[in-house]
């Protein structure tokens, strides 16, 4: 069975730091770039980050460019995305996804706000408040 499990999520304040993890099961990531979406209640969902399979390169979006890293540790299956100085704002459901990379970088994928994904977690609440 091929799936992403998220997981990490949780309440932090203002200020403080989460580390999400997507875990695929019944596959590799060694062929996808990895994709991290995110979205709030009545809002459209958000490209966050990506890391490409080609090269390992990564991309932010501008509103957390800065704040959050995106990583991936190839012995365990798994991506990560440390997000630092986290805002209330950042609270969102966060989405892994996958897709069998044709781009050279994945940032395409980000800015098209994950329509063409082949994989989806089925998220990770993050809650940013006092």
């Known amino acids: 069975q091929l799936q992403l499990v998220e997981s990490g999520g949780g309440l932090v304040q203002p200020g403080g730091s989460l580390r999400l993890s997507c875990a695929a099961s019944?596959?590799?990531?060694?062929?996808?770039?990895i994709n991290w979406f995110r979205q709030a209640p009545g809002k459209e969902r958000e490209g966050v980050s990506c890391i490409s399979s080609s090269d390992g390169s990564t991309y932010y979006a501008d509103s957390v460019k800065g704040r959050f890293t995106i990583s991936r540790d190839n012995a365990k299956n798994t991506v990560y995305l440390q997000m630092n100085s986290l805002k209330p704002e950042d609270t969102a459901v966060y989405y892994c996804?996958?897709?069998?990379?044709?781009?050279?970088?994945?940032?395409?994928?980000?800015?098209?706000?994950?329509?063409?994904?082949?994989?989806w977690g089925k998220g990770t609440l993050v809650t940013v408040s006092s």
């Open positions: 019944g596959f590799t990531l060694d062929n996808y770039a």
């Open positions: 996804a996958a897709v069998i990379q044709t781009y050279y970088y994945c940032s395409p994928y980000v800015r098209k706000g994950g329509y063409d994904m082949t994989y």
